[in-house]
């Protein structure tokens, strides 16, 4: 079936489109009060992921109230952590934890690597329903997190601010973390795989973690086993290609080297001047961002003034797909994501007008 709105697709190859296209990072999400009903009407975060009916209704949500060009599946990116059997669970007001400890290398060498359509079977229902629901709407954008970050909530036992459990393991037994990093990476092809045959349009791998790392460490750790995931995707179905995006927040210092994995586009963050990242990388990839969230707590006059300073940032054409540079954060008000979206989707028409449609 031909999608009714493609601009995210083609904004991603780099096709002309009439205006830039728009979604936003945890879209769905606590700033929406029907999220947060949703949300209690499953019971808890995990039941609302594992329930494809419930998954379908908070992806939908934030498309019912916003014209935004893309979904993105509900769900999470420590879905694979716990279908190796880790028992993950989020306590009321806190972050991810889990059941399970990784304490030493046995611990590693015997996780399994997940089957997806048995484990991680709801995530593709999920899809499934999603697709089927969306009618043809807007693309599914389907997502996996990085090797490098799920690592570091498995070994941190949950989020962290130093990464010193990690770090020390990585830097005195280096091969363990290879060893997990590499059972990550199959698991993460596999998934995403499994993902776009159940119907993801597009793919997304957040690398929320990579920034923590030195330059070499980053390559080491991150950014090859990001490569082993981009050669592994399935990307073309039917002849319609899917493009994958790479996000690694506080990467701008590698710009170059993300968008040489062969990717289609980069995702930025708020610390890097879009306008040089175009210089940089804009002849290879297509570029995604990258507007801090907390312009959306501010005044809608300030707000407009950074959408259209991001848009000549980007400058004339296709490639950009505008969005937050990291996640919406649950103390924004919905009214104000109204103006965000209005702002994008009516200044940035002038960066348009020669491409003819
Ligand atoms: O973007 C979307 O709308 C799709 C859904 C989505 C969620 N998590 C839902 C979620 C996506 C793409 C993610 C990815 C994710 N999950 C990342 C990478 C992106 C990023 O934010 O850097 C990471 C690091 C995680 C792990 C994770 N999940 C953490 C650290 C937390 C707790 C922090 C928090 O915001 O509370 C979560 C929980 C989570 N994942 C929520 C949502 C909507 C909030 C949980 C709730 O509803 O109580």
């Known amino acids: 079936m031909q999608l009714k709105n493609d601009r995210y697709l083609r904004a991603l190859l780099k096709q002309p489109v009439d205006r830039t296209p728009i979604w936003m ?21 995990m039941s609302l992921c594992k329930n494809p009916e419930l998954a379908c209704e908070v992806t939908l949500q934030p498309l019912r109230r916003y014209p935004l060009d893309a979904a993105i599946l509900f769900s999470d990116i420590l879905t694979i952590p716990d279908a190796m059997g880790m028992g993950l669970y989020f306590g009321e007001g806190e972050g991810p934890k889990f059941t399970k400890q990784l304490s030493d290398f046995m611990d590693v060498v015997q996780l399994p690597i997940p089957d997806p359509e048995v484990e991680l079977r709801y995530v593709m229902d999920a899809v499934r329903t999603i697709r089927r629901e969306l009618n043809g709407e807007v693309p599914l954008i389907g997502f996996a997190g990085s090797p490098w970050t799920l690592a570091t909530y498995m070994l941190e ?31 993460v092809i596999l998934y995403l795989n499994a993902q776009i045959a159940a119907g993801a349009q597009a793919v997304m791998i957040f690398d929320t973690w990579g920034g923590v790392l030195t330059p070499n460490s980053y390559r080491e750790y991150s950014l090859s086993y990001m ?15 899917v493009p994958v995006t790479l996000f690694t927040k506080n990467g701008g210092l590698w710009l170059e080297e993300i968008a040489a994995t062969g990717c289609d586009a980069v995702g930025l963050d708020w610390t890097v001047d879009i306008r040089s990242a175009r210089q940089r990388i804009g002849d290879k990839v297509a570029l995604q961002g990258n507007m801090d969230p907390a312009f959306l707590l501010g ?9 259209q300073a991001i848009l000549d940032g980007y400058g004339q054409g296709s490639g950009h797909v505008f969005n937050l540079g990291h996640g919406i954060t649950p103390d924004v008000d919905p009214e ?13 028409r002038t960066y348009h007008l020669d491409n003819n449609i």
């Open 25 to 45: 990072m945890r879209q769905a999400g606590r700033y929406l009060p029907e999220y947060r009903a949703t949300r209690a009407q499953a019971g808890d975060f």
């Open 157 to 187: 036992g949950g989020s962290s601010k130093t990464f010193s459990k990690i770090k020390k393991i990585m830097y005195s037994e280096p091969e363990v973390i290879h060893i997990l990093l590499d059972k990550l990476a199959q698991s």
């Open 227 to 241: 490569q082993q995931i981009v050669d592994g995707l399935t990307r073309n179905v039917d002849g319609t290609p």
């Open 299 to 307: 005044t809608p006059e300030r707000m407009r003034l950074e959408v």
């Open 336 to 348: 104000k994501v109204k103006f965000f979206i209005e702002a994008v989707q009516s200044f940035s």
